[in-house]
């Protein structure tokens, strides 16, 4: 079952100047810094109550906002579910027939294990599950 609503991840060119926008925007500054090497990002988060804001910008060519952005422009990327039991929420899901694009959750950015599923599968939109690591 799906928790709450963790983040929506957002696709900027350059961090630093998203970094000003959202600040202006949501009237407080981001509370983590962090690269996540295996997924070729920067990023950057806020938060406001219980809701994040997550920045994704590409540090390579290979990266998937990098893709993104040349396809489509900066935007909205992808919207992050909170999971109580990630294991249990990939079994079910894979059993369903959605496409799952990991095995097994990998470690994400925010202390988080990590699973993407296809945008083709739902709906055109990225949807990660994500599970804070204890
Ligand atoms: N939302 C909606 N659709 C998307 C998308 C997104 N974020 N990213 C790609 N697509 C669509 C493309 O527009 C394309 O659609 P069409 O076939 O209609 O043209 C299709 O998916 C295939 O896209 P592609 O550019 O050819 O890219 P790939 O198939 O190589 O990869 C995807 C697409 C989703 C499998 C890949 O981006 C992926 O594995 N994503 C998960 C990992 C990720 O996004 N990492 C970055 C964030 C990490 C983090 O949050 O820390």
Do not use: W
Not at 10 to 22: C, D, G, P, Q, Y
Not at 26 to 37: R, S
Not at 96 to 114: M, R
């Amino acid at each position: 079952m799906q928790n709450k609503i963790e983040h929506l991840g957002i696709a900027v060119k350059n961090l630093k100047n998203s970094e000003k926008i959202f600040q202006d925007i949501l009237g407080v500054k981001a509370y983590k810094k962090e690269t996540v090497e295996s997924e070729f990002v920067n990023t950057l988060f806020f938060k406001i109550g219980e809701s994040k804001i997550e920045l994704l910008e590409a540090t390579s060519e290979n990266s998937a906002i990098h893709k993104f952005i040349e396809k489509k422009g900066e935007g909205i990327h992808h919207i992050a579910f909170d999971v109580l039991d990630i294991y249990a929420e990939m079994k079910r899901l894979k059993e369903l027939d959605y496409v799952l694009l990991n095995d097994e959750p990998k470690k994400g950015a925010d202390n988080k294990l990590i699973c993407f599923m296809h945008p083709k599968s739902s709906n055109g939109v990225l949807i990660e599950l994500c599970q804070e690591i204890k």
